[in-house]
């Protein structure tokens, strides 16, 4: 779930991400070609993908959707607006292009299940993939970003844009005390700014622990600023810069690994099975 589904109109433009303890941002983005072959993230290790889809060019584009499975394919057919149809195919056939990157398989043969959700056991924890030994990941896609989180570990990635006043003030009071209290020390101008990059951070632990808002959202305080209480034992949490975007990951570990930030072209969604020929890349990780 992002901001958007609090939000009864469109969300503004987020300022720069501010809040943030200088060593929680992770690097850059940098520029790749769409992969045929990955090796998995090991340790606490994460590859993190980023796609821009401008909406007006998904309406207007014949998307790759045959790679889709018939769960996806009734879902995108629910949305009611064509912008949000088209978003979440991209995203999917996006998610899709990459694990079979990882696996070795063509986009079509992912299948994915889901885990028992850790707060009630129910058929809606994290999403899993059927194959053996096979990447945690995590898909988020907000606007016109596609957030995709992929480590040997679980993984969660939230992106979100700014919202409008009115859901500030609705959702601030779910989350932590010591979060509020960054939210309220802030100038009022500041303060949606504040609250997004605050949400990214929690979504982001929520889906890495796999139950989503299944926990209630103020158990934990996520927020990494100075003088607020440690985040959780165990999860390495971070701010990822993308512009006026709030984006965060949160990966499981002791330790800070290596991440890896990505950024894909547009293309790859509408590519044929197997690649984009002259841009897919194969090796290493790195």
Known sequence: MTLQNFEAGPSVDAAAPVGAAAEETVGVFEPAAWPVALAVPTGSDADIWLLRVPSAWLTETPLNDAVLDGTERRRAAAFIHPADRAGYVAAHVALRRLLGAYLGVSARSVRYRRDPCPCCGGPHGRPTLLASSPPYFSLSHAGDLVLIGVAGVPIGVDVERRPQAHTVTAVSGLLHPCERDGITAAAPERRAAVFTRLWARKEAYLKGL?????????????????????????????????????????????????????????????????????????????
């Open 210 to 286: 796999g139950s989503g808002l299944g926990r209630a959202p103020n158990l934990d305080c996520t927020s990494g600023d100075p003088g607020a209480p440690a985040p959780p034992a165990g999860w390495q949490l971070m701010d990822l810069p993308v512009g006026t975007a709030h984006v965060a990951a949160a990966v499981r570990g002791t330790a800070p690994g290596e991440v890896v930030l990505r950024e894909l072209g547009v293309e790859g969604v509408l590519a044929p099975f197997g690649g984009v020929p002259g841009h897919g890349s194969t090796g290493p990780r790195r």
